[in-house]
DNA sequence: CGCCTAAGATAGAGCTACTATCCAATGGCT
DNA sequence: AGCCATTGGATAGTAGCTCTATCTTAGGCG
């Protein structure tokens, strides 16, 4: 198909997609002569994932060119999956050079039997925990263990729906979406348990 | 004081805090006369406020003067909570008018005994539960009973942090604080967990 | 008396994500 | 054969956001 049926079955516009071409997210179609050029079903395809990590995951051009250069590389699936997670979960601030761990997250990681390595999100869950406790922000154990207990079920569940597939766009579009979705989940939980205590806590002595 | 001594105590400079001024999130200083205005402590701690909610919590202008005209017009503690909340949690985009209660949302709050009642963050749940719904995307009971009594726990504490203070701004620097930091923590344990699990299934079969 | 600072208005800058315009080349329809 | 639609490529413009800078007028302070 060419630019103009690639641009209605994806209700992108043309100026977009010639964007998208500009910033590498889309390859170029087969050229078939100077002013000419075929685009495939992987064309709409990859439409969509960027559509979705634009506009549902919430992520910025640059942060998409980042997954969808990795996938396009050829990087083996659990490299490409760790990009996405840095993206979509906002790791990526929270990654430091020779940040120390933590005896919180050393126990958390032993409590759960999670294996203990060095990774982009081990590295910021540390860096978070010296920020909160910096602040005086108190975390016991018990609470970051029954937390890690449940986000440990979720995450298995969630990783699940990736093996299915073995389109690289597929898993990346699964994976983030998937992402996306459960964080907010649990977003949604913490403000619906913090409004709860907020009601208790107030209504009766405001 | 004056406009420079405040922007010296604050680390701002004057052409920000004229901008502030102009957006309505710093109240404007004593009027001595047409050309010269004073400035207090409260004038020190709204900007300290304003800069930690800009540049810790990544609100924009918007946001800020949401909060911030709620505590100016003296609403009560609990409204300024529910919108601190509303603002801080992303829970905006996700209420919906009329949107339907779903079975798991029920479900988890008599499970938790919380409060039964419409509120944007009930809402916003039963939104982001449908929403996942039809993505197809699982969420069994069990799961989000582990997860809302984990997260109940840290609720709790975390607002206990915010009745230490009468001061507004206080409680809406700490309450904002508060929760920023928490959802990141989660977050972050959710990277962890998922990381894991992926190290685990596709580390042995790449 | 002159310098500093104020308020107020307006304009500009830098970033992001598009969106629009212009161009020459050219295939394919008539 | 001729013309219209479409292409790639280049370039420029727009819109929203958060400042940042400049200019003006005015007045107190040393």
């Known amino acids: 198909m060419q630019l103009k049926e690639l641009s209605e079955r994806t209700a992108t516009t043309p100026a977009s997609i010639k964007y998208y071409l500009r910033e590498g997210l ?28 634009r ?3 919430h992520l910025n051009i640059e942060q998409i060119r980042t997954i969808i ?15 996405v997670q840095r993206v ?19 126990a958390v990681v032993r409590l759960r039997g999670w294996p203990d390595r060095d990774s982009d999100a081990r590295n910021a869950l540390d860096v978070q925990i010296s920020l909160m406790e910096g602040l005086g922000i108190s975390m016991p154990l018990e609470l970051l263990d ?8 979720i995450a298995g569940l969630d990783l699940s729906l990736t093996t299915a597939t073995d389109d690289v766009d597929d898993i990346i579009l699964t994976a983030a979406v998937g992402m996306h979705m459960h964080s907010q989940l649990v977003l949604r939980l913490l403000a619906l348990a913090q409004a709860s205590h907020a009601i ?3 209504e009766i002595a405001p």
Chains 1, 2 share one sequence.
């Open 88 to 106: 979509v979960l906002g790791l990526e601030p929270n990654v430091r050079e020779g940040a120390e761990r933590t005896y919180l997250g050393d």
């Open 69 to 83: 250069e990795m996938a396009d590389d050829g990087a083996p699936r659990l490299a490409v999956l760790a990009t």
């Open 146 to 153: 029954a937390y890690s207990q449940a986000l440990d079920t």
């Open 55 to 57: 506009h549902i995951v």
């Open 26 to 53: 889309l390859p170029p179609g087969e050229t078939v002569h100077a002013t000419r050029a075929r685009y495939s079903q992987r064309h709409v395809k990859r439409l969509e994932l960027i559509h979705a990590l």
């Open 200 to 202: 208790r806590r107030l």
